[in-house]
């Protein structure tokens, strides 16, 4: 069952940079913060809106492996940081989430027929930030793990 919180604002700014080095590689970061806020308050104060983080902040490579027409062309990585900003987990305000960076991976092989992969994400400092929720009057969480990886292979018939 749900239940709408009544009317929200949104105020924010956010800032993108996006470099292509060469061919197919690319270094990009970005920068956002938001304030979220009830405008229709069910009690006085409880004007905050949960599961907002305060920020987002992000910075990554994609890049091709070798220079192309060589072997190490058809490998190609990518990594990403993002770094995530406290967000209230009730309207009150009085109980907030943890921040929390996440990471994620990818290697991949790229061949006419098949593409083959691994990628992840891993937590290298709170597991707990991402996951905490309201849970009556106490907060629950969901631990992730420290570091996940899959592994996979596309065939073209």
């Known amino acids: ?5 009544g009317a929200s604002e949104r105020n924010g ?3 993108d940079v996006r470099w292509f080095v060469f061919s197919g590689a690319r270094i990009f970061g970005g920068l956002s913060w938001v304030k979220a806020r ?6 006085a104060g409880a004007v905050y809106l949960p599961d907002v983080p305060d920020y987002v902040h992000q910075l990554g490579a994609q890049t ?3 220079p192309s027409g060589t072997l190490a062309a058809r ?4 990594f990403e940081m993002a770094f995530y900003g406290a967000k209230d987990l009730n309207t009150t305000g009085t109980l907030r989430s943890d921040r929390y960076q996440r990471g994620t991976f990818r290697l991949g092989y790229l061949q ?3 593409r083959a992969w691994v990628s992840g994400f891993f937590y290298p400092g709170s597991r707990l930030g991402e996951s905490e929720y309201l849970f009556g009057t106490r907060v629950g ?3 992730n793990p420290p570091v996940s990886a899959t592994a ?3 065939v073209a018939f």
């Not at 069952?1 to 919180?5: P, R, T």
């Not at 490998?75 to 990518?78: E, G, L």
């Open 1 to 5: 069952q749900f239940e709408s919180l």
């Open 13 to 15: 700014a956010s800032a």
């Open 38 to 43: 009830l405008l229709t308050p069910a009690a």
């Open 64 to 66: 091709p492996l070798g």
């Open 75 to 78: 490998f190609d990585a990518a």
């Open 112 to 114: 006419s027929r098949y």
């Open 141 to 143: 969480v969901r631990p």
């Open 152 to 154: 996979g292979l596309t």
